[in-house]
């Protein structure tokens, strides 16, 4: 029988470890908060991020990290962007050769504006380990509670994709491999921005064009930092690209929709996120997006005016007109030239 560590018990890590435990796979559930940590394992229930589903009997809560991954060959990372670096330095101790660390996060870190696998590289590479990600658009209350969702994954090699291809695929759960490691991670983080542009458009009131506007040029953006990073431009229109894009611009599971809805309604920033209760990853990649578009010359204006909304205090409804306003150009500009008009 497969082992695996699932580090997190935020939701997505919860419902990735449900998800496996009923495939008859035996989880060890660790997280960071250890009074979260008895609360989960008295209820068998994560009432914090997932209220009202039982926890399978096949995850096991362990409070001690060495635990958690000994004698596992599989780790799930499903902590926030910012604490990976940490928690794998932690790790390290207990990795051996031919482990695989599997990161289902979302983010980019802002001291280095380094992708989370070129991050969990920097640490655990020595040890032998191998790294690979999953994402795709996955909210974890649907996973969690047994919707049809589809995602991807990328590693190293596609011997590894192949294998937690195996590891995670199910009835309800469709994996797709896919070898462009920099284009799944880049639209995984960077759609997170554009949903917190979004949200804010919707808080101000404006409607469904609006909305479609912004997710339509938003894709345009990402693609377009992708492929200057180095991505192939055709993930951008698959599950970690258009797909996760979609879903985290238009659904109320979506926090940093919701907390981009607060801003538009004029709360500050501070409050929003705090009223979110979670981590609003859009708000680290918003600083990483505008800091890469800098760095690899790439217009982005949607993500430059949230950026603006969001730390240099700039009027919502002024960053909407501004972007309205810009100079005029043509949609696709690649093949402008060939037009005939």
């Known amino acids: 029988m497969k082992n695996v560590a699932v580090l997190g018990t935020g939701s997505w890590g919860t419902a990735l470890a449900m998800l496996l435990a009923k495939k008859g796979i035996k989880v060890n559930l660790w997280g960071r908060d250890q009074e979260k940590l008895h609360t989960i394992n008295r ?3 994560n009432i914090y991020y997932l209220p009202g589903i039982v926890l399978p009997h096949d995850i096991e809560i362990v409070e001690d990290l060495e635990t958690a991954v000994q004698g596992v060959k599989y780790i799930v990372l499903s902590v926030p962007s910012h604490i990976v670096r940490d928690i794998c330095h932690k790790l390290k ?5 031919d482990m695989i660390l599997i ?3 979302k983010g980019i870190e802002t001291s ?3 992708r989370l696998s070129e991050v969990i590289n920097e640490e655990v590479s020595e040890t032998g380990a191998h790294t690979a990600v999953l994402s795709g658009p996955s909210h974890a209350e649907e996973v969690a509670r047994d919707i049809p969702t589809a995602v991807v994954v990328g590693a190293q090699s596609r011997k590894i994709a192949e294998e937690i291809q195996d590891l995670f695929m199910s009835p309800k759960f469709r994996v797709y491999t896919n070898p462009d490691l920099i284009g799944i991670e880049l639209g995984a ?3 997170n921005a554009i949903a917190l542009g979004t949200g804010i458009a919707e808080g101000l009131g404006y409607g469904d064009n609006t909305k479609a506007a912004l997710i339509t040029r938003g894709a345009a953006e990402i693609a377009s930092l992708g492929s200057a990073a180095g991505a192939n431009p055709l993930t951008f229109a698959g599950l970690a690209g258009i797909g996760d894009l979609i879903v985290t611009c238009t659904s109320m599971h979506s926090r940093n929709r919701r907390a981009g809805i607060l801003l538009g309604k004029g ?4 409050q929003a996120v705090s009223e979110i209760g979670m981590v609003v990853e859009g708000v680290r990649v918003t600083q990483a997006a505008y800091a890469l578009s800098e760095k690899y010359g790439v217009s982005m204006p949607i993500c430059t005016e949230t950026y603006k909304v969001l ?3 700039k009027n919502p409804r002024e960053a909407v007109i501004d972007l309205m306003m810009r100079p005029k150009k043509h949609e696709v ?3 402008a030239d060939g037009l005939d008009w």
Do not use: Q
């Open 43 to 45: 209820s068998r229930e």
């Open 93 to 97: 101790p207990f990795l051996k050769k």
């Open 103 to 105: 990161n289902t996060g």
């Open 112 to 114: 280095s504006l380094k």
């Open 189 to 191: 983080a960077l759609k």
């Open 267 to 270: 709360i500050p920033l501070e």
């Open 311 to 313: 730390f240099e205090h």
């Open 333 to 335: 500009e690649d093949v």
